[in-house]
């Protein structure tokens, strides 16, 4: 569904690029999480590839056509729902659904089922009459994904979509954006919340700094299956001739007991413990691969999500 090889992106009067060289392939049908410290680069590359941004000469491709010379064509196929709240507060749902049906030329006989489509999937139903201004912060968001929908996106990216809201909405949304990608829908998935990605996600992205520093999917990601992070942790401080048998290993790092090695294979463990009990030394605890989604973020950017 996207294809990005190379991309760069500088804003005006900017000293760094807020994206580059940066590659990426998202297939179509994916629920794709795309995770990455605040300044990242995550709402510049979804404003690009939604075509707020203009990256001219960039070689992005979505749904087979060229970003730069389709993007009107693109546009009618794919949907943004920002973390901004983008409806008018002093218009009541009916009104805002009607108003931007109407900036995405839904035709006029279609406008209605559209709408009563997209109050059912987001659970407001029963408050078409009401004006925005008045809605609780989890019921703004269902408003955005509402007029998000409206257009019955082949291609969905979602900024954001639970910041500052209760837990039932969120829970709502969540099953609401599992539903729409099992229907067909492709969705691009940004939050700060990691277990979300690790609830709905079948891949992962996660950026840092422009950049791509993993993609793949989430069950590969974090098992050790092509290569993971090992930690062991020694119940003594290794000696100095331990220490210096124990840094024969490639890519080996010892930090006062703890020693790790990075993109590491089933047999570099292997190997790693036999040194440690050729040694006899003992072991207080030992690790191989991701236990969960935070970790393998923290290894990654060695940075909280939050930051």
């Known amino acids: 569904m996207i294809q990005i090889e190379r991309l760069s992106y500088r804003y005006p009067g900017s000293d760094s690029e807020a994206l580059s060289e940066f590659s990426l392939s998202v297939r179509a049908g994916s629920l794709f999480g795309l995770l990455g410290p605040n300044g990242s680069g995550k709402t510049t590359l979804v404003s690009i590839l939604s075509g707020i941004l203009r990256a001219p000469g960039a ?40 108003f931007f049906a109407g900036v995405q030329r839904i035709p006029a006989e279609s406008t209605a089922a559209r709408i009563a489509e997209v109050l059912e999937i987001t659970g407001l139903a029963n408050t078409g009459h009401k004006r925005a201004e008045h809605f609780s912060g989890g019921m703004k968001r269902r408003l955005n994904f509402a007029i998000g929908m409206l257009n019955r996106p082949r291609l969905l990216f979602l900024d954001e979509p639970t910041v500052g809201i209760d837990p039932q909405s969120r829970n709502f949304i969540l099953e609401a954006v599992r539903a729409i990608n099992q229907s067909g829908t492709t969705v691009v998935y940004t939050t700060h919340y990691m277990e979300e990605v690790e609830a709905i996600c079948d891949e992962i992205g996660v950026l840092d700094q422009g950049r791509l520093l993993v993609q793949g999917p989430l069950s590969k990601l974090l098992s050790s299956e092509g290569g993971g992070h090992v930690r062991v942790d020694l119940g003594v401080l290794p000696t100095a001739a331990q220490a210096a048998n124990l840094a024969r290993l490639p890519g080996l790092r010892q930090t006062g007991q703890r020693l790790e090695l990075d993109s590491a294979r089933e047999a570099d463990f292997e190997q790693l413990l036999a040194s440690i009990t050729a040694l006899s030394l003992p072991v207080a605890r030992a690790k191989f691969g991701h236990g969960n989604l935070e970790e393998l973020f923290l290894h990654l950017t060695k940075k909280q999500l939050r930051d």
Do not use: C, M, W
Not at 68 to 96: C, G, K, M
């Open 59 to 98: 070689k992005v491709s979505i749904g087979g056509l060229d970003l730069d010379s389709h993007v009107r064509e693109i546009q009618a196929f794919s949907s943004l729902v920002p973390q901004e709240y983008a409806f008018y507060p002093r218009l009541t749902v009916s009104e805002n659904l009607r």
